[in-house]
């Protein structure tokens, strides 16, 4: 079994910066491509960016873009979301996700495509 753990959530005003960080535990595995998830109350689960675990290629939501960076340490074990200039439009709680099944059918964009998911991590921006 593989168990995803989002930390680094928080409480902080608008146009501060906060980090997140999603570390992998239990059996290994390969992962083809993880990606990070945002949701809202009330609203459906949104997505944020996903990097190719080995190539390092990213991908960003245009309402991220040019304010957050998907990264991943050189061991590769740990997966991270720098976000800067927050607003309180992003405001949510955050979800990392792990495709290991490499379910290439569906875009990396989309829940479908991963298999493992984190309990999330609750980001709260303040105006």
């Known amino acids: 079994q593989v168990q995803l753990v989002e930390s680094g959530g928080g409480l902080v005003q608008a146009g501060d910066s906060l980090r997140l960080s999603c570390a992998a535990s239990?059996?290994?595995?390969?992962?083809?491509?993880m990606g990070w998830f945002r949701q809202a109350p009330g609203k459906e689960r949104e997505f944020i960016a996903w990097i190719n675990w080995n190539s390092g290629n990213t991908y960003y939501a245009d309402v991220v873009k040019g304010r957050f960076t998907i990264s991943r340490d050189n061991a590769k074990t740990t997966l991270y979301l720098q976000m800067n200039s927050l607003k309180p439009e992003d405001t949510a709680v955050y979800y990392c996700?792990?495709?290991?099944?490499?379910?290439?059918?569906?875009?990396?964009?989309?829940?479908?495509?991963?298999?493992?998911w984190g309990q999330g991590t609750q980001v709260t921006v303040s105006s």
């Open positions: 996700a792990a495709d290991t099944a490499y379910s290439t059918s569906n875009p990396p964009t989309i829940t479908s495509r991963y298999d493992y």
């Open positions: 239990g059996r290994t595995f390969r992962r083809n491509v």
